[in-house]
């Protein structure tokens, strides 16, 4: 999932950066209001966290901007702005959620990841096969044993789950999970999937992870064979 973070403080932008990325999102980072207007219109995000006093537009006429838009992202701000006043501005303009500075990561991060829900029609439960992963809890199980993944591991297995029988390019994986553009030359995607096959695919007899020549990788496992009825023939 792609974040945008608008903050024109550059302390508080890097802590949600770096916070966010551990929790196994990517994060695109800007300081300006025009700066966060243009970004909307050229990508899609998840998620918006938006503060409102940024230097050259009013955070307040950003939020509408990104409201107008056809495919909306939630939004929330985060703002010192804290009266009661200055709360139901912001939520009737068309905030999802408003918390207020200072703030605990932890609490900015569960109402992200509420947000994020709320917004996502695909189930909090991911099953391919005998693979399963709580989207929630942040769980993996195959053949009901528990599988530790690190939070990108995660996110490249969530989003090929999410795709299953879908080729991924190593450029859609990077742009989805990574804060950064495929460059053509970086093997992390391959890394990455060796380590998912180490732990998902290796103990396995029926492998999930499928290398797709010329494009990238696809998850998938076999359809389980329906049990052939018979009928008996009348006498």
Not at 115 to 133: C, I, N
Not at 198 to 204: H, R
Request: proline share 5%.
């Amino acid at each position: 999932m792609r974040l945008l973070v608008v903050e024109d403080e550059k302390r508080i932008a890097d802590f949600l950066c770096r916070g966010l990325q551990s929790a196994g999102y990517a994060v695109d980072v800007v300081h300006t209001g025009q700066e966060a207007i243009d970004r909307v219109h050229s990508t899609e995000y998840d998620l918006v966290i938006l503060d409102l006093g940024l230097p050259d537009v009013d955070g307040l006429q950003v939020l509408q901007k990104i409201k107008n838009r056809k495919a909306m992202s939630p939004v929330l701000i985060l703002s010192a702005r804290d009266s009661v006043d200055d709360r139901v501005k912001g939520l009737e303009t068309g905030a999802d959620d408003y918390l207020v500075k200072p703030f605990a990561f932890v609490e900015l991060l569960a109402r992200a990841r509420v947000l994020l829900r709320r917004g996502q029609p695909t189930p909090e439960r991911l099953q391919v096969g005998d693979l399963a992963l709580d989207c929630i809890r942040r769980k993996v199980t195959r053949s009901n044993e528990n599988i530790e993944l690190a939070p990108k591991e995660f996110s490249i297995l969530e989003y090929m789950m999410r795709n299953r029988g879908r080729p991924l390019s190593r450029t859609m994986i990077v742009e989805h999970v990574w804060d950064m553009d495929y460059d053509g030359l970086t093997n992390i995607v391959d890394v990455y999937i060796r380590h998912l096959r180490s732990k998902i695919d290796d103990k396995f007899a029926v492998k999930m992870i499928h290398t797709v020549r010329g494009i990238g990788y696809m998850l998938d496992a076999p359809e389980m064979p329906q049990p052939v009825t018979t009928q008996a023939l009348p006498a």
